[in-house]
């Protein structure tokens, strides 16, 4: 198997490095500054579950090969449509593209770019980031590949490919037989923590321990949930224990990437998590309010981050 994984930061980095270390042949499409550094250095992977330093094949954009059997997709929702134009000589007839992204909305997007027959379903689950050396930092034990389907046969020959492909990686992987069960899951949990992290400006655990906190923290999860059961796909019982143990927890230093993007002046991606949530609760006639509360917050940081970077100095 063949596979092209977009970018080598934290999360492109880790899942693609770890598959090319247990023998896959991945390549990584990364721009000339960071192949001339993975050229120079290797691609380090710092973790708990072991380090490793890889000669990873690269590619750069007008140089890409292919067609390969699978692409992993992995980038920010803001710079997906750069990211599809960066790919797109990759995939051939028979290539498979695997998103990684957090959310719900990539998917309407990659499938008129690529065809929906083309696109799998599929998420992450890592907290991993890129160091100052260009390392790739995963920080704690847990780093989760889930791929599916999104319709038809779940055990298609594609995906058992990739299941066998993955077979002595050093992270856990799972074939899902209801991708967009799996993937709303984390899509509620997810927008929970950065509604609330970025609207509160604090950890979970500063949350929970201030007056209302942990009230609050109950009802915004509840929101996301009633999205997700108006779109068919109510949470499971377990998956609504885990985010409640996690999001309540007044011991918790837990926040999302998101709410770190913003502390550091970033882009963030509001309106691909919690802006589009909140569309797909108007449609579906569920009242969000503390999701739309943490909607305008982000939307007002956007707007005055572009404005301050518009001023010239």
């Known amino acids: 198997m063949r596979m092209l994984v977009l970018g ?26 960071r192949a001339g ?8 992977i710092k ?7 890889l000669a990873p ?42 998103p990684i992204l957090n959310g719900m909305r990539q998917y309407e997007a990659l499938d008129a770019a690529f065809g929906a027959h083309r696109v799998l379903g599929g998420l992450c689950q890592i907290v991993a980031t890129m160091g100052p050396e260009g390392e790739v930092v995963h920080m704690g034990k847990h780093a989760n590949l889930v791929y599916g389907e999104r319709a038809g046969e779940a055990r298609s020959a594609r995906c058992v490919a990739i299941e066998q492909a993955l077979a002595g990686v050093n992270y856990t992987h799972r074939l899902s037989d209801d991708i967009y069960q799996d993937i709303w899951e984390k899509y509620v949990g997810l927008t929970t923590l950065a509604a609330a992290t970025c609207l509160m400006r604090g950890t979970i655990g500063q949350i929970v321990s201030s007056d209302g906190g942990e009230a609050f923290m109950r009802a915004l999860l509840r929101e996301s949930q009633a999205v997700s ?42 309106d691909h998590l919690v802006g589009d949530m909140v569309r797909r609760a108007d449609v579906a006639g569920v009242d969000v309010p503390y999701l739309r509360v943490a909607n305008i917050h982000l939307q007002v940081y956007q707007a005055r981050r572009a404005a301050a970077q518009s001023v010239t100095p």
């Open 57 to 98: 094949q690269l590619a750069v954009a007008g140089d890409v090969g292919g067609p390969y059997d699978v692409v992993m997709l992995s980038c920010k929702a803001y710079d997906l449509y750069s990211a599809i134009e960066a790919i797109r000589p990759a995939v051939g007839e028979n290539t498979v593209v695997l």
């Open 8 to 33: 080598a930061g934290g999360t492109g980095g880790y899942f693609g490095g770890r598959a090319a270390e247990a023998g896959v042949d991945v390549t990584f499409l990364v721009r000339e500054a």
């Open 229 to 270: 059961a108006a779109n068919g796909h109510p949470v499971r019982p377990e998956a609504d224990a885990a985010a409640l143990k996690s999001q309540t927890d007044p011991a918790s230093s837990l926040t999302a990437s998101m709410f770190r993007d913003l502390s550091q002046g970033g882009r963030v991606e509001g």
């Open 47 to 53: 973790s708990p579950l072991g380090d490793a330093t």
């Open 37 to 44: 550094k993975l050229r120079r250095d290797g691609l380090r």
